[in-house]
């Protein structure tokens, strides 16, 4: 954590003047990153991913269960402390101009109620920054939305009449009548909607499957991710075509390029 601060000093002061948001750029696992958080900042990325396990009382960041504990591994370290800084250091906002919400999804890989339980305890300290929800509508425009995936605690969410979270849907949550604010990104492995990998045209099967997924989606003003795509920028640039929202990768500078030079 001893560049944190040299990190949010650089971010604050000119740096990210210098960024355009990407509102379609999606960090999967940003955590391993060599700078979880700041890395997918200097691209644009406007949604990043972080893994969660609960572990003695703490949420630790990380893809499988750590072997060893560090305070500068947990949740509050790389992204709710940093993520609160630069906002009250840039008058409330990630890139200047951007009034779009930055998306922070968290993946749960311990018991869902237990590590919600302690996640909804640290997010008293940062209530400023979200954007809060009771049952189907905002009740503030907070610049950051979190919102849930891996061990959902769906029903727990569900009877909360003012929550600090949202979820992250799945395709068959769909028409449930969940709302954008308590679900506003639905996500799917990709290999579940579609098998073509990126070479010569989608076969029109499945683009019409996409596309109709996305459709649906929408229609309930939600976005759309798929995780585990191909990296490659036919696979990226058919999906923004079908509607897909969150173009999910682990190559930030790659789909950074894609998306600033891309024709419409």
Known sequence: MKLLP???????????????????????NDYEHERPLFDALEQGFTSVEADVHLIDGELYVSHNKPKTLHEEHTLAALY????????????????????????????IKTDAEATYAILRQQLK???????????DQWLTDGPCVIFLSGNRPVEKIKREKRSLVSLDGRPEDIGKGFSASMMPVISQRY??????????KIPKKQW???????????????????????????VWET????????????????????????KR
């Open 6 to 28: 040299l990190l949010l000093c650089l971010w604050t002061f000119g740096l990210n003047a210098q960024v355009s948001p990407l509102p379609n750029a999606h960090a999967h």
């Open 80 to 107: 709710l402390q940093p993520l609160q800084k630069l906002l009250a250091a840039n008058g409330g906002s990630i890139y200047p101009g951007y009034t779009e919400p930055f998306y922070l999804m968290i993946d």
């Open 125 to 135: 300290g940062y209530e400023s920054m979200l954007r809060i929800y009771e049952q």
């Open 191 to 200: 290999s579940k909607i579609l098998q073509w990998r990126g070479k010569g």
């Open 208 to 234: 019409k499957r996409v596309k109709q997924l996305a459709k649906n989606a929408e229609n309930e003003g939600k976005k759309l991710r798929l995780w585990a795509s191909p990296e490659d920028p036919n």
């Open 239 to 262: 999906l923004l075509k079908a509607g897909a929202d969150l173009i999910n990768t682990d190559e930030l500078e790659g789909l950074k390029l894609f998306l600033r030079t891309r």
